[in-house]
């Protein structure tokens, strides 16, 4: 079963020299932005261009970033990250993404982020757009 098929959605990138640190693997900072490229990728494939979705007044911001490293990766490697959303309530959701080394898909990190949109005075809501793009609630039975 590939990444897609597993996540919905997937992004391969190449961890360049300038991202690791002194013990020559990725700096642990530098997840976080994998991480949010591949959200803003995710949610340009829905339509829903980051650029573009700001200057509309959708302002996406975490809440909260639940990280798990496994193994690191070092420069040079390839990797991808496989990207799945939920709806948690009615104006949050959350980003699971888990990241793999390619090409033997050893699991590096899995992490779990929490966002929400806020409007100009920085009060959450979730805009129609956004609302659009993401999953619907799932109703427990």
């Not at 642990?28 to 959200?39: D, F, G, T």
């Not at 340009?44 to 007044?57: I, M, S």
């Not at 982020?113 to 999953?135: C, F, M």
């Amino acid at each position: 079963m590939s990444i897609v098929e597993v996540y919905g959605f997937s992004l391969e990138m190449t961890v360049r020299d300038y991202e690791c640190d002194l013990q020559g693997i990725v700096n642990n900072s530098v997840y976080m932005s994998y991480l949010e490229h591949a959200r803003h990728e995710y949610l340009k494939q829905q339509g829903l261009d980051w650029p573009n979705a700001v200057r509309e007044g959708i302002n996406l911001v975490v809440v909260r970033a639940e990280l798990d490293y496994r193994s690191p990766l070092t420069s040079g490697d390839r990797f991808v990250v496989g990207v799945t959303v939920k709806r948690e309530s009615l104006i949050r959701f959350a980003f699971y993404e888990d990241i793999f080394r390619l090409p033997d898909h050893t699991p590096v990190l899995n992490a779990r982020i929490i966002q929400t949109s806020v409007d100009e005075r920085g009060r959450p809501y979730l805009s129609e757009k956004l609302a659009e793009v993401l999953p619907a609630i799932e109703t427990k039975q």
